[in-house]
């Protein structure tokens, strides 16, 4: 699975909403997540997944993990979800204004559709659905968060 060929990864830190996803074991239950990614010495990435748990009106939930930037590319990381494992984690499209992402893995097992914003316009949004099943993803098992799942047509 092909990477974005140059990634600033300082401008790449920051908040991302997760738009959509293919949910780890851990987020299933998240509602409204957002990523926020800060760089720090060594080229550790410090991660904030923050969310609701189980609705909108769900008790705020944070978990911090650390990304370990690959000396192959500053696309591909490691996510250290729980030591000592580290999960792989691509940036495999960012537009070129850095507003929307998309983050994937080779199993094709995970999947993040991800923005600056809560949300986007639905045409770029079905653009970036597209994306995500010409990369091999079953699109049946992309969970939509609001608000994204209002602005379906």
Known sequence: MNTVADLNLTRFMGDWHVLADIATPFDRNAVNPLETYKLAPGGVVETTYSYREGSPDGPLRERNL????????????????????????????????????????????????????????????????????????????????????????
């Open 66 to 153: 650390k990304g370990f930037v690959s000396a192959e590319s500053p696309a591909i990381w490691g996510m250290q979800i729980f030591w000592p494992v580290k999960a792989e984690y691509r940036v495999v499209y960012l537009d070129d204004d850095y507003q929307t992402t998309i983050i994937g893995r080779t199993k094709r097992d995970f999947v993040w559709v991800m923005a600056r914003t809560p949300a986007i316009d639905p045409k770029t949004f079905a653009t970036l659905m597209t994306t995500v099943q010409t990369l091999g993803y079953d699109l049946s098992q992309i969970r939509i968060h609001e608000p994204m799942r209002s602005l379906q047509v």
